[in-house]
């Protein structure tokens, strides 16, 4: 479920009230106070995206990190960051494919 | 006994309402595109629009996720997310059409949430903004291409049928349906372009769709749209769904407008009268 508790982070950045300004404010309590577990909160602090992405983080919230220039992220450094990351994908691919 | 007068299709792009104010050439371009797509529309005379989306985890949430979702109130706010030059507007929905819709969904087997009351993101403003200069009432509905499993590309065919079927039954009414979405897209994740928050992964997939919607050939779209193929072709590629149900609303209409340009991810088509 911690995931989900990434997800739900970047999602709340942007719609639960006062979520953006705690985060700015003081990340690590923000953190603490999330079901999160200690890598994940380190990886969050230290904005390393590709990490959290393998994790299973969804990419459409997790952009949003850089969106609202939080956890010391801007576009241009969550778009560099990010592309070290391998493409993850639900599904293999067909073996004829592979 | 209702119709169908013109089916479109366009990108949602948040940065379009912007860009197409201002006095440049990427900005007459791109008002061009949509304006050639809005002139299929006006000429149908429709009197309410269906629009076919992907809510971007702005509407929903990750804590609730529905397949498919239909609006059944009578008014949405939006954005409620960032499209700038967009400021927040209160669109009129089409209570009794989305009930009807509704109905004729979970008569046939489908079962989407009932939205009484929600919020729209700039899958649902933005082609309302170039589309629908008119303030005709809308209805959106959701399919979800976000997350995965999505529902496959022929339950989307399916959807469409059902809620054609389901259009005419409402008597007299004239029905748009915009198909709102890309085909190639990676928003957030690694095959991003270095300097935007955005990448094509697949251009060439998203010719092929654009080639198969052109010609007719849906029993070729949907046979290759499968997740994983969804997937390659980016973290959003999954509203190319959505395309798909509107294709198969535009049954009985002709192409009447495509276009699509070689490493775009997106297209801007029409379907209704010449």
Redesign the interface.
């Known amino acids: 479920m911690s995931v989900?508790a990434i997800?739900?982070l970047c999602?709340d950045i942007?719609?639960e009230p006062g979520t953006l300004e705690r985060l700015r404010a003081d990340p690590r309590r923000e953190l603490a106070d999330r079901p999160l577990t200690a890598d994940e909160r380190d990886e969050l602090l230290r904005g390393d995206v590709?990490a959290l992405?393998r994790r299973g983080a969804?990419?459409?919230?997790?952009?949003r990190l850089?969106?609202f220039r939080v956890l010391g992220l801007d576009?241009?450094l969550?778009?560099?960051r990010?592309?070290?990351?391998?493409?993850?994908?639900?599904?293999?691919?067909?073996p004829e494919r592979e | 006994m209702g119709e169908i007068v013109a089916v479109a299709g366009v990108p949602h792009t948040p940065g379009f309402p912007a860009l197409a104010r201002t006095a440049t050439a990427a900005g007459a371009d791109v008002a061009q595109r949509y304006a050639a797509v809005d002139e299929v529309v006006e000429r149908a005379d429709a009197d309410v629009l269906v629009v076919l989306t992907c809510d971007h985890i702005n509407t929903f949430t990750p804590d609730m996720w529905p397949t498919f979702a239909i609006a059944t109130g009578d008014g949405a706010l939006g954005p409620n997310d960032d499209v700038p030059g967009v400021p927040p507007t209160a669109y009129a929905l089409d209570a009794g059409v989305g009930a009807t819709l509704h109905r004729g969904l979970v008569g046939q087997d489908f079962d989407p949430v009932a939205l009484r009351g929600h919020s729209v993101d700039h899958s649902v403003v933005v082609p309302l903004h170039f589309l629908n200069t008119r303030g005709l009432p809308v209805v959106p509905v959701y399919l979800n291409g976000m997350v995965a499993p999505r529902p496959s590309a022929e339950r989307c065919r399916r959807l469409g049928r059902v809620l054609r079927g389901a259009l005419e039954d409402l008597p007299g009414r004239r029905i748009a349906v915009v198909a709102s979405g890309s085909f190639s897209l990676e928003v957030g994740g690694p095959r991003m372009l270095p300097d935007q928050l955005y990448g094509v992964p697949r251009p060439g997939w998203a010719r092929t769709v654009a080639d198969w919607l052109h010609r007719g050939d849906l029993d070729g779209l949907v046979a290759q749209t499968t997740e994983r193929r969804i997937e390659e072709a980016g973290t959003v590629a999954g509203e190319v769904l959505p395309w798909i149900a509107a294709a198969e609303m535009a049954a009985d209409l002709s192409v009447a407008h495509m276009d699509h340009r070689d490493g775009e991810g997106h297209a801007f088509a029409a379907w209704g009268p010449a």
């Open positions: 989900h997800d739900r999602y942007a719609y590709a992405y969804h990419p459409v919230l997790l952009v850089a969106a576009p241009a969550y778009a560099a990010i592309r070290a990351a391998e493409p993850r994908f639900s599904v293999p691919a067909p």
